[in-house]
């Protein structure tokens, strides 16, 4: 699960950092301090569902505006995938709506 959290993450933050012709953001930058695959591994095995939520909310609404917002069509997507995520209540529920919303990031890059 930590693997698909970092990857929300950073396809969230490509998503509001990366520019044309710009270097991409990896796994290692400045950027992704705070959601890398080791942060939340710690929050799973802590069992901080709540925090892991949080965390990646921020991502996600720097996501959103850097899609025009949620007036936008991709920007209300987002908002629904994100809040499929943001209701889940135990970490079962939590691996579905995650990919989901991974995928969809992954795509509109």
Excluded at 9 to 31: I, M, N, Q, W, Y
Aim: negative net charge; aromatic residues 4%.
């Amino acid at each position: 699960m930590e693997l698909t959290l970092e990857a929300v993450a950073l396809f969230a933050l490509k998503l509001a950092h990366e520019t044309d012709g710009g270097s991409p953001v990896l796994r290692d930058d400045l950027v992704m301090d705070g959601y890398e695959r080791e942060v939340f591994g710690l929050l799973v095995r802590q069992g901080n569902l709540a925090r892991i939520q949080l965390k990646l909310s921020e991502c996600v609404a720097q996501a959103l505006n850097a899609l025009g917002g949620a007036d936008t069509v991709l920007g209300r997507e987002l908002q629904k995938l994100a809040a499929d995520v943001h209701d889940a209540s135990h970490f079962d529920e939590l691996s579905a709506p995650l990919t989901v919303l991974k995928d969809y990031l992954k795509d509109i890059q």
